[in-house]
T-cell receptor, first 113, second 116 residues
Framework: DGGITQSPKYLFRKEGQNVTLSCEQNLNHDAMYWYRQDPGQGLRLIYYSQIVNDFQKGDIAEGYSVSREKKESFPLTVTSAQKNPTAFYLCASSLGWGTDTQYFGPGTRLTVL | AQKITQTQPGMFVQEKEAVTLDCTYD???????LFWYKQPSSGEMIFLIY??????QNATEGRYSLNFQKARKSANLVISASQLGDSAMYFC?????????????FGQGTTLQVKP
């Protein structure tokens, strides 16, 4: 089955720790995205990647980092510099650019203890 | 500035009835796409339907249809024959063709509850 997987589903982080959220897709999509969702809110863009080995900051990139070494994978690291990381994180991908539909993974819920 | 507005924080509908979820948008880009997503309590964002700015006809996907009124900048989602499984949060989103980030701009969402 083609789709987007994210792991883990739930993640707990202590203050000062870096954590990495996994996102993998087997849809052969070129573009991938990371969004953050806070309770009762829509999604905000953290980082995006149009193609392998290239990525750009979105609207709220501070305290986050990404890599895109493989077409299928776009991991997100939440660093200790992110002051309020407790949120729901969603990864998405699209075949190309422009107005192509973005498809989402099941999400990772991150809680800072 | 680009913006999506969903004015209904919560809606109720009786099972088997139709319901309309409102969405208005604002953009100066002539090329854009409008999307509706469903987010059940599990959290996954499920794509429902897409309407392109140059599409002449309203989009339909099964029980979902999009009432696209370009001059009024509205893109309302119509769900026919509501089912209990339709209870979820619904988001309207827009993506501009000229965007250099490709990001989706989301509204605040509407919570739909289907009553038996």
């Amino acid at each position: 089955d083609g789709g987007i997987t994210q792991s883990p589903k739930y993640l707990f982080r202590k203050e000062g720790q870096n954590v990495t959220l996994s996102c993998e897709q087997n849809l052969n999509h070129d573009a991938m995205y990371w969004y953050r969702q806070d309770p009762g809110q829509g999604l905000r863009l953290i980082y995006y990647s149009q193609i392998v080995n290239d990525f750009q900051k979105g609207d709220i990139a501070e305290g986050y980092s990404v890599s895109r070494e493989k077409k299928e994978s776009f991991p997100l690291t939440v660093t200790s510099a992110q002051k309020n990381p407790t949120a729901f994180y969603l990864c998405a991908s699209s075949l190309g650019w422009g107005t192509d539909t973005q498809y989402f993974g099941p999400g990772t819920r991150l809680t800072v203890l | 500035a680009q913006k999506i507005t969903q004015t209904q924080p919560g809606m109720f509908v009786q099972e088997k009835e139709a319901v309309t979820l409102d969405c208005t948008y604002d953009t100066s880009d002539p090329s854009y796409g409008l999307f509706w997503y469903k987010q059940p309590s599990s959290g996954e964002m499920i794509f429902l339907i897409y309407q392109g700015s140059y599409d002449q006809q309203n989009a339909t996907e099964g029980r979902y249809s999009l009432n696209f009124q370009k001059a009024r900048k509205s893109a309302n989602l119509v769900i026919s024959a509501s089912q209990l499984g339709d209870s979820a949060m619904y988001f309207c989103a827009m993506r501009e063709g000229s965007s250099n980030t490709g990001k989706l701009i989301f509204g605040q969402g509407t919570t739909l509850q289907v009553k038996p």
